[in-house]
């Protein structure tokens, strides 16, 4: 076991860096240059990040960690289809320069860097409190921000679609509603389960 943790301490470790790259430069850009600047300096290395997180199916798939499976394809496909199907595929879509690009680099750059620092942390028997606190309760808003984000950008982008495409991202948008429920009401039930009262043990 040794090996494998050791593996998936380096990758939490890379993969919180390298959002926190996307965090500092969407807030510099967002400062100094504003839109379309944030998009057209920060898609492309949105997209390389992101694309990592392939690697995360993969370790759910063979057991290396123990992450539900169909929740871990649910949340790095949606996220896929908005890099590769929206941000690079659509590079004209008025999306790209609205300030929901923004938000959706924000909400994920900061859920990232949060998740991924709580994961190699725990690997290491090594959680401090805060943020154990902050993986199970800052979902509460950067979820939401961060779908309502997806959906403006997929809603915006239907036009430059095209009629098929602009059908298959209408039919994607119908799938939010259950998908943003599962993994918004799988959260709840891990924070009650880590952050939540414990039960005490009787004493006979």
């Known amino acids: 076991m040794a090996q494998p943790s050791g593996y998936l301490v380096a990758y939490n470790s890379i993969s919180a860096s390298l959002w926190s790259v996307v965090f500092f430069n969407t807030i510099f850009l967002s400062l100094t240059l504003g839109q379309p600047f944030v998009y057209t300096k920060t898609n492309l290395i949105t997209t390389g990040i992101q694309s990592l997180a392939v690697v995360e199916i993969v ?20 996220r ?51 943020l154990t606190w902050l993986r199970y309760t800052t979902f509460y808003v950067l979820y939401p921000t961060g779908v309502f984000s997806e959906v403006y950008q997929i809603i915006l982008s239907l036009d430059e ?18 998908g943003f429920y599962m993994l918004y009401t799988y959260m709840i039930k891990q924070r009650k389960k880590v952050l939540g009262p414990k039960k005490k043990v009787k004493e006979n």
């Open 80 to 130: 896929l289809l908005i890099v590769w199907g929206i941000h690079q595929y659509l590079p004209d879509s008025p999306a790209n320069f609205h300030w929901t690009y923004i938000t959706l680099c924000l909400s994920w750059s900061i859920t990232e860097i949060i998740r991924y620092s709580y994961y190699a942390q725990h690997l290491r028997n090594e959680v401090p409190d805060w």
């Open 161 to 178: 679609a095209g009629f098929y495409y602009g059908w298959f991202l209408k039919a994607i948008l119908v799938t939010y509603i259950p």
């Open 59 to 78: 370790n759910a798939a063979i057991g290396l960690v123990k992450s539900p499976l169909f929740t871990t394809v649910t949340q790095v496909f949606s």
